[in-house]
């Protein structure tokens, strides 16, 4: 109980709110959701956008059998992608128009394997700088109602400008 | 107002309390504390241990000017060294006795310059399993009375047994 | 000419060769390519096995449209599932017969982006240990007859036995 | 011996040389060896530059008591101090003269305990961008006249500007 009061609040203060960016795209929502619906590879696999907000996006990805390795699990790599790119849409809901986003580097921590009825990726940012924004995204997979961290994710995301890329 | 009640609800939903694992060591305090003053190189740099609890344990460290990169802030070695402890001892608090912990890997974002008076590095089990760990550990700055998140780890910490190492 | 010829000779000092473990599967090729016909997932994306040898393995994933991101490059999720799995199967060549390899951990630096014809992710065991293995893996992007490195995974893979799972 | 040929050729194949870049400062050597002198945590624990050309540096530290964890080895944090160093500073030999270098990330992970005489950290440039630079450090215990590696990194590091530090 003691143990569980004092995490809870220790959380908390982690989640600091982002504040508001001037420069931040008032159409942040519309950006996320056009530029999600170019993401072929997220189409092929079927995750769908669950959730977006001021420096947090959830996506969605149902469980199916051509997306497991040899065990039966879901594949790594398709947690990877569906929280890679939480965290970069969740990074971009905070940059300013002419910025695009790209994945600089991640790590994920594998904590159990990925089986259910879905995952769902949240990603969180920790800090939203001008050139790099650090996010946290978990993986909970969802059985039976019930949800588990699966994965962890940290990751570093770029605001890149003058490329001939956008969001 | 929305984003930070969102986050914070999400933030809950992270710190999953620990499950009382019927094998943790009942002496799991003074067992970090003994293991903590052993370490010579946290009593070079000046670093205390703060709060022991399970699943949970945060090192301080006040500012000194010896222990600065080129640009004179704290550097990110002396920063890595009070957080990677702090994930260390969050582990050893939900092992067996017969267990030693070693750091496997860990991984350091740096948010923000090491300034002010101290630093405190809270540290968060994730995931106790038999062999591995996954400890996430936040560094916080104080400066002026306010707490500022300059650097977060994500580490996996092993349980070692027969090796003639103890903790 | 200086700065290369000593890069070389430093890399080659990196890349000590795997000791003979006198544990090791004799049967590790077939191990390994049987394994990976299991995983649904790589055959979905069209991936396929380069090349085995103890301590190393190659996967090739051709471009193809499905596997993009927003802008058009190969979707970082795709470069990780390739990556992790030549990383994972590269442990595995090194395990004893009743072991399966999971992923404990891994990291990704995305250095360039992905686009040409195919892309190649190289794995090298560092280091193979009872329970933990560490491994480095490039991936190329092969363009007009050219190899450039567009990405880097550091990983921890994990030899699990009794829990019901084999490769 | 075919394992290491072509393990060999592969380790080749990674370190390309860097290209020489026309916005290099071309007093890089004395810049690092300037910046070094006024690291006074490594001034403190006793670490020494031994290597500095575009693209590489190598930093030693002698074995110190005062630098062990628990159970008597070289603490982690100590060996990532030098490591760290070793990589931003490789960084820098290849960044224009008015940028300074801070860490962005790193991962390390600990593959064997660091005892010995002395560790050597030997940092190399994987890719030098305008404003993000990856690099690959591994740390090699020396003992009985023999190398062993026991660490390795993989960092981001930043050039900054317009932040009034310099290097």
Known sequence: MHALASAATAALRYTVPMPPRPETDPRYDARVRESFARQ???HAIGATLEHVAPGEVDV???FRADLT???GFLHAGAMTTVVDTACGYAALTLMPP???VLSAEFKVNLLAPG?????VAR???LKSGRTLSVVRGDVFALEHGEERLVATMLATMMAVRDRGLSD
Chains 1, 2, 3, 4 share one sequence.
């Open 115 to 119: 089986r259910g009825e879905a995952i």
């Open 40 to 42: 072929r590879f997220l």
């Open 98 to 100: 002419d910025a695009a």
């Open 60 to 62: 969605r990805l149902p």
């Open 69 to 71: 390795q040899q065990h």
């Open 123 to 125: 990603a969180r940012v």
